[in-house]
């Protein structure tokens, strides 16, 4: 099992450029999650997806997009990326997430972006 | 706005010290309460975690108290180790919602010193 994994590891973008970050996990998951992390602010979540072909808005969703397009698939999208984006994204997954449950989330390696 | 305050930003503690690190919370609805642990260039990982209806739990040389009344739970690392050294983060979570968004600290680096 490779468990959570990420694409790209890094990434150096100009402002107003667009790009997409991938997340794939391999544990049959039912929830997703998109987090960036900044110094001195831990994580903070983007977006989420409680199953395929939904998602909805964390605490920090403006200006990302995300799909969820296949269950082991969830991708973060920058349209026209700026310089207060440039962080290091990670997503995790878990098994479930509901009121009654307190599953564990699994993190990615992270990718790093700069926006120059 | 920070739900979830974690101190202090770093600690050195000597091998065989005991690591201590703090967090409050605000949210009375929060009912789960995870540490993760993070290496340099890794993701988080979960260390430890409690629900409010215990005031402890320990795991091996770490253990999560947890004050209801004072809304501040912490992590103890006894016997601190070198391979401890690693960013810290509480974080805590409400049922109340659809989903477990869990809300993070600002994090704590421990440095353990041989």
């Known amino acids: 099992n490779a468990g959570v994994t990420q694409t790209p590891k890094f990434r150096v973008l100009k402002t107003g450029q667009s790009m997409t970050l991938l997340c794939a996990q391999d544990m049959n998951h039912e929830y997703m999650y998109w987090y960036r992390q900044d110094p001195g602010m831990g994580l903070r979540l983007i977006h989420y997806?409680?199953?395929?072909?939904?998602?909805a808005k964390g605490e920090v969703p403006d200006g990302y997009n995300v799909s969820r397009l296949k269950k082991q698939n969830f991708l973060l999208g920058l349209e026209s990326a700026a310089p207060s984006q440039t962080s290091v994204y990670f997503c995790?997954?878990?098994?479930?997430?509901?009121?009654?449950?307190?599953?564990?989330?699994?993190f990615g390696p992270g990718t790093r972006l700069t926006v120059l | 706005q920070q739900q979830v305050k974690q101190s202090p930003q770093s600690l050195i503690v000597q091998k065989g010290g005991i690591s201590i690190i703090n967090c409050a919370y605000e949210?009375?609805?929060?009912?789960?309460f995870p540490w993760y642990q993070q290496f340099p260039g890794k993701g988080p990982a979960l260390l430890i975690a409690i629900r409010p209806d215990v005031s402890e739990k320990k795991e091996g040389r770490f253990t999560i108290s947890f004050n209801k009344s004072a809304k501040q739970f912490s992590l103890h690392i006894m016997d601190s180790q070198p391979g401890d050294s690693a960013t810290y983060f509480c974080a805590a979570s409400t049922s109340t919602r659809s989903a477990r968004q869990l809300t993070f600290g600002s994090g704590t680096q421990l440095t353990v010193l041989p």
């Open positions: 949210n009375t609805a929060f009912d789960y």
């Open positions: 997806s409680v199953g395929e072909g939904t998602t």
């Open positions: 995790a997954s878990s098994k479930t997430s509901g009121r009654l449950s307190t599953d564990t989330q699994y």
